[in-house]
């Protein structure tokens, strides 16, 4: 079975630094994609950054980016520049490829502080 | 367009009472998620829908909890009798039903109930 990693329970920053929230997964599969999401305070979670596997480069959306290291199962989000609306949890997530379900395996999520 | 949208956004009922969780997709998706994140840990899977069909629900917890999509439009997830293992946040995601290729597409959440069992 898959599984996603969030060590770290809790983060700051200071506003337009650069923080990295760590995730790590098992799988034994090759193809499956894996997600930011973010959970601001009103509680709709927002997808952030996905990235294929099969997919050597990183994904960048703006101010954030991955570095996916595919060998090592870790899939890190760098935030840029922080801001402070990016404030909010945020959770890795694992979906297979494969799957005819396309469920998502999250991980315990991070909470961001954003300091002015 | 409406995004996901997930009643009521927050209930607290007393141990052994019956609940009803409901949640409207976005328009024109099959797919339809429901989700649990109990206080403090991660959130699990719960089951998915293809339209009104089950397509797993490897994830549900136990018999006391329901979950129908009639005509393949909004769920209803049914918790009863409700136990205080029961509290927590509740989500509901939609997508599109991709057919071909790499199927499923990007996940929408609903802003999710919060369930307190007392």
């Known amino acids: 079975a898959q599984t996603v990693t969030q060590s770290q329970p809790e983060m700051s920053v200071q506003e337009a630094e650069t923080v990295t929230l760590s995730c790590t997964y098992d799988?034994?599969?090759?193809?499956?994609?894996l997600f930011w999401y973010k959970q601001p305070p009103s509680r709709q979670m927002i997808l952030v950054i996905r990235q294929e596997a099969y997919k050597q480069q990183n994904a960048t959306e703006n101010r954030f980016s991955v570095n996916f290291q595919k060998a090592a199962k870790s899939f890190s989000l760098k935030i840029s520049d922080s801001q402070l609306g990016d404030a909010a949890m945020y959770f890795c997530a694992y979906r297979s490829a494969k799957s005819n379900t396309g469920k998502l395996i999250f991980g315990q999520g991070t909470t961001l502080q954003v300091k002015p | 367009e409406a995004g996901v949208t997930q009643f009521p956004s927050h209930s607290v009922i007393e141990k052994g009472q019956t609940v009803t969780l409901r949640c409207d997709p976005i328009?024109?998706?099959?797919?339809l998620y429901w989700y649990r994140r109990v206080m403090g840990k991660e959130i699990k899977f719960l089951l998915h829908?293809?339209?009104?069909?089950?397509?797993?629900e490897s994830g549900m917890p136990n018999n006391r909890f329901l979950a129908e999509r009639t005509g393949g439009t909004y769920s209803t997830l049914k918790v009863q009798p409700a136990e205080l293992e029961d509290s927590g946040v509740y989500f509901c995601a939609s997508s599109l039903l991709r057919t071909g290729g790499r199927r499923n597409t990007e996940a929408f959440f609903g802003q999710g109930t919060r369930l307190t069992v007392v």
């Open positions: 799988t034994s599969e090759s193809d499956y994609y």
């Open positions: 829908f293809v339209k009104e069909s089950k397509q797993d």
């Open positions: 328009s024109g998706h099959d797919n």
